[in-house]
C-alpha cells in the first residue's frame, strides 16, 4: 500500500491542470470561496478513477473521436478558467470576479487529460490484493484519499499566499503567472 500512496503522491501530485487551477484558485479567491471548485475537482477526479478501475477507459479509447473530444473540453474550461483566475481581483477587493464553481470543478476534474493518464499509471503500478475486485476495491478507497488530500494541499499552499497578493499589482503578476502556469501545464498533459 505505501508503495501506491508515494506512486500516487508522485504522479498525481505533480503539476498539472487540476492542481495548478486549484492553486491559483485558492490565491485569487481563498480558501471558502475556492471550496466548491475543490469538491467538483475530487468528484471529478474520482469519477475517473471508477472508469479506470472498472475498465470504462479501455472502452473510452477504443472509440476514436473520444480522445480528441474530452481534449477540446479540456482545452476550452482551462482557458475560461485561466483567463478568470488572471483576472481575478486582488482578495482585499473581491469585486464581482465569482470563484469557480463545483460544476466547473467536475468538469476540470473528468475532462482533465493529466488525470486519465496520472491514475490509469498509478492504478495499474501496484496489486493490494489478490483477488481482481478486492484490489480494485482496495486501489480506490486508497486513491480517493489520495485524490482528496493531494488537491486540497495544492489549494491550501495557494491560498497561504493570498495574503502576500492583497496588493493589487502584485496580484496581479501571480494571477497571470498561474494563469500561464496553468495553460502551459494543460499543454504538456495533452502532448505527453
Request: net charge positive; aromatic share 6%; hydrophobic share 65%.
Amino acid at each position: 500500500m505505501w508503495a501506491l500512496v508515494l506512486t500516487s503522491l508522485a504522479i498525481m501530485g505533480s503539476p498539472g491542470p487540476a492542481t495548478i487551477s486549484l492553486t491559483a484558485t485558492g490565491s485569487a479567491f481563498g480558501v471558502r470561496r475556492s471550496l466548491g471548485y475543490l469538491i467538483g475537482i475530487v468528484i471529478g477526479t474520482t469519477l475517473v478513477l471508477i472508469a479506470v478501475a472498472t475498465g470504462i477507459t479501455a472502452a473510452l479509447l477504443a472509440v476514436p473521436a473520444v480522445r480528441p473530444l474530452l481534449i477540446a473540453v479540456s482545452a476550452a474550461y482551462i482557458l475560461w478558467l485561466a483567463y478568470h483566475v488572471a483576472t481575478a481581483p486582488p482578495l482585499a477587493d473581491p469585486g464581482t470576479s465569482a470563484a469557480p464553481s463545483l460544476g466547473g470543478g467536475a468538469l476540470l476534474g473528468v475532462a482533465n487529460p493529466k488525470a486519465w493518464v496520472a491514475i490509469a499509471a498509478v492504478f495499474a503500478g501496484a496489486r493490494l490484493a489478490e483477488h481482481a475486485l478486492a484490489d480494485a476495491a482496495a486501489k480506490v478507497a486508497v486513491l480517493t484519499v489520495m485524490i482528496v488530500l493531494i488537491n486540497a494541499t495544492w489549494l491550501l499552499a495557494g491560498a497561504s499566499f493570498a495574503p502576500v497578493f492583497r496588493e493589487p499589482r502584485r496580484a496581479l503578476v501571480v494571477n497571470v503567472a498561474l494563469a500561464v502556469a496553468l495553460v502551459v501545464t494543460t499543454a504538456v498533459a495533452v502532448v505527453h
